[in-house]
């Protein structure tokens, strides 16, 4: 089984809401910083948010208050609840998982905002 599997992604209408989320598998789930990336159509990949293994938390700026991170220690997942969707929201959003030494990234999931 892939270490990380995304999923929650489909189509929502603008100011809709959608929760992702991130199965782990195969490493010490709690040990891992966990981060949630996007990557939209001709775009680089980007830091949507992270949650440190201690519980700290960092958005990037285009969240402005919409998207929520956490995760759960016991079931090993890590969660994006994001409302207050945009059109300029829409991407491919990925799991990634970094360790001391390793990361992992999962395959990713679409989320498309549109009317």
């Known amino acids: 089984q892939a270490p990380l599997v995304e999923s929650g992604g489909g189509l929502v209408q603008p100011g809709g809401s959608l929760r992702l989320s991130c199965a782990a598998s195969g490493f010490i789930f709690k040990l891992a910083t966990m981060a949630w990336y996007r990557q939209a159509p001709g775009k680089q990949r980007e830091l949507v948010a992270e949650?440190?293994?201690?519980?700290?938390?960092t958005y990037a700026d285009f969240v402005e208050g919409r998207f929520t991170i956490s995760r759960d220690n016991v079931k090993n997942t890590v969660d994006l609840q994001m409302n207050s969707l945009k059109t300029e929201d829409t991407a491919v959003y990925y799991c990634?998982?970094?360790?001391?030494?390793?990361?992992?990234w999962g395959k990713g999931t679409l989320v498309t905002v549109s009317s």
């Open positions: 949650i440190t293994r201690g519980g700290s938390t």
């Open positions: 990634k998982a970094e360790l001391t030494r390793i990361s992992y």
